[in-house]
């Protein structure tokens, strides 16, 4: 299975063998054709495909495609830092299946009855990357900007909760901000 998201339209397409359509759904056109960030991903244990797009992320069964939850992220903040970023995936360590979704400066984990199972709250200022896998067992690394544009931390969550475990600098060659200096400048 493959999902093809076009912008134009705003339509998400679940691809089965051979390319033959299963469903084609239409989201929030302008969210998706606005958005800085746009993704998809197919969550079996939570049988949808999602669409991560501006300020919202959509879950469609698998099945029939239409739209099982609808998570509005402005309503976990209204800042405007809740702009979807990425898609992720976790699994415990006692087998618990989660789809991670990161924004500007949230970790939100979603389980597989398409519930909020935690928020991570302020864990960056401008963007986090990563969050696949839970190596060690029930822990999950991701990547946060703290200081635009190279202020990198390297910040480990307890995947069972999303309490913040550790955070340490990975900052980019030349950075030099509040909170040091990274390496040296590549040449």
């Not at 960030?37 to 099945?63: I, K, M, N, P, Y």
């Not at 190279?150 to 901000?177: H, I, M």
């Amino acid at each position: 299975m493959e999902l093809v998201l076009n912008p134009h339209d705003a339509t998400v397409t679940l691809l089965e063998d051979w390319q033959l359509p299963r469903w084609t759904t239409r989201v929030d056109a302008s969210s998706i054709q606005d958005a800085c960030f746009r993704e998809t991903s197919l969550w079996q244990s939570g049988g949808v495909a999602c669409v991560g797009a501006a300020e919202h992320v959509w879950f469609l069964d698998l099945d029939t495609g239409v739209v099982r939850r609808h998570l509005d992220l402005k309503a976990i903040d209204a800042s405007g830092f809740s702009e979807f970023g990425h898609f992720g995936q976790a699994t415990l360590s006692d087998g618990t299946d989660l789809l991670i979704v990161l924004t500007y400066a949230h970790v939100i984990a979603v389980d597989a009855t398409l519930s909020v199972r935690w928020i991570a709250r302020e864990i960056a200022i401008d963007g986090i990357t990563g969050a696949d896998g839970c190596s060690p067992p029930d822990q999950l690394i991701v990547s946060a900007e703290m200081d635009p544009p190279g202020g990198w931390f390297r910040v480990v969550l307890d995947a069972r909760n999303g309490r913040e475990l550790e955070r340490s600098p990975q900052f980019l060659p030349g950075y030099v901000g509040i909170y040091g200096s990274g390496p040296a400048s590549e040449t």
